[in-house]
Nanobody, 126 residues
Framework: QAHLVQSGGGSVEFGGSMRLSCAVSGLAWSSNCVSWFRQAPGKEREGVAATATGSTFTLIADSLKDRFAISRDDSKNTVYLQMTGLKPEDTAMYYC???????????????????WGQGTQVTVSS
């Protein structure tokens, strides 16, 4: 049974930076897609970034490419979301998610993911 544990999050001022972590257990590390999603109140869940653990493949939502980055530490089975230049519109609950598969199936569609972290709130004040 897969288990995703998130850490990080909290409140930050406009223009600040923050890093979220997602520690994954219970899955074969080298054959998964791990992604970050976010959901603001009243809005649909939005794909942020993805990485295929068995490759160098990464994917960032077009609107966030200049401010967000995804990385991982394979020795810790952990994926990170580094966020810079944060804006109030980045305020949301952030979730990491995992699905079994390689880079071909690694996309920002929440319906493709069966394993989810507990979520962490990110609040950006103006």
């Amino acid at each position: 049974q897969a288990h995703l544990v998130q850490s990080g999050g909290g409140s930050v001022e406009f223009g600040g930076s923050m890093r979220l972590s997602c520690a994954v257990s219970g899955l074969a590390w080298s054959s998964n897609c791990v992604s970050w999603f976010r959901q603001a109140p009243g809005k649909e869940r939005e794909g942020v970034a993805a990485t295929a653990t068995g490759s160098t493949f990464t994917l960032i939502a077009d609107s966030l490419k200049d401010r967000f980055a995804i990385s991982r530490d394979d020795s810790k089975n952990t994926v990170y979301l580094q966020m810079t230049g944060l804006k109030p519109e980045d305020t949301a609950m952030y979730y990491c998610a995992a699905t079994i598969g390689n880079w071909v199936s690694c996309e920002l569609n929440p319906r493709r993911f069966g394993y989810w972290g507990q979520g962490t709130q990110v609040t950006v004040s103006s």
